[in-house]
């Protein structure tokens, strides 16, 4: 499976579309100073070279310099560990960054082809190939979590949690190892959804970028309109809507089943017949090392 998948988006979808929302009524013409999401920003700092899964850029000097302030990454086909590793090195070279987070999505057991399950690919041969819209109409919102199909699993999840950490009080850089107080949270969209921490550490997030656009303003001599209008902007109370989170989570992983099914079935059509993609892949290695066709 390539990546990253539907799965993989779909939180990270739903997550950036609820900030632009919310960027997007920053009361600052755009060529003064703009706020804007980047799901393919590059970061290149001291240790790492990246493509975090969302950014959060502000822009001066009307675009020619941009700087990330919230990153996110998520850990789904990547490790935990791996993601962990990133966040450090974005929160050691930018230590003026405001927010970083990870979604962590755990499957329930690993995604296996039927290759070594010949009475299945026997019956998906002996079948049309579903179409997406064939396939939606085996979907349900409620049973996104484990994805079985003509008798085969394509998808299972055990959770989703989302982590999120914030600038310290006083301006101190994020610690990633302080998994308490008001400037971390952790809650579940998946098997529980409880999201209340996270709208309020989000809401912090938001705060912070006010403070640090309004900083922005004043040292560039602005109006005072525009700085007023800035001092009452607020961020709704709600940034992140739990319906909208799990309604993308489901539509991923069902996208995410269609694709293992599809990409299975297209190569079980091109294999011969009685053979499994697997049994006919090993019969080509073998044939290649023996010098014959097949």
Avoid at 176 to 200: F, H, K, M, Q, S
Avoid at 203 to 214: C, P, S
């Amino acid at each position: 499976m390539s990546s990253p998948s539907a799965a993989h988006k779909s939180v990270l979808g739903a997550i950036t579309r609820s900030l632009d929302r919310i960027l997007d009524t920053i009361p600052v013409p755009v060529n003064t100073l703009g706020c804007r999401t980047a799901p393919t920003e590059n970061i290149a700092t001291d240790s790492i070279k990246a493509i975090p899964d969302l950014s959060v850029m502000i822009s001066t000097k009307g675009g020619m310099f941009e700087r990330p302030v919230w990153l996110m990454e998520c850990a789904f086909l990547q490790s935990d560990c791996n993601v962990m590793r990133k966040l450090d090195a974005y929160v050691r070279d930018i230590p003026d960054l405001l927010v970083v987070g990870k979604i962590l999505i755990t499957q329930a057991e690993r995604y296996a082809s039927p290759g070594s399950n010949g009475s299945i690919a026997q019956q998906l041969r002996s079948s049309d190939i579903m179409t997406w819209e064939e396939w939606l109409h085996n979907h349900s919102v409620d049973d996104f979590h484990r994805v079985v199909v003509d008798g085969h699993m394509w998808f299972s999840l055990s959770s989703v949690e989302i982590h999120v950490w914030t600038r310290q009080a006083g301006g101190s850089p994020i610690e990633l190892d302080r998994l308490d107080g008001d400037e971390y949270a952790v809650r579940t969209l998946y098997p529980t959804v409880n999201l209340d921490d996270i709208n309020r550490i989000f809401l912090r997030g938001f705060e912070l970028i006010k403070e640090d656009v309004l900083w922005k303003l004043v040292t560039t001599n602005v109006d005072q309109s525009l700085l007023d209008r800035m001092e009452a902007w607020l961020p709704p109370p709600c940034v992140l809507d739990s319906t909208l989170l799990t309604n993308a989570l489901a539509l991923g992983a069902w996208a995410t089943a269609y694709k293992q099914y599809f990409s299975w079935r297209s190569e079980l059509k091109s294999t011969p017949y009685n053979m499994t993609p697997c049994e006919y892949s090993l019969r080509r290695k073998t044939a290649k090392r023996l010098g014959h066709r097949d």
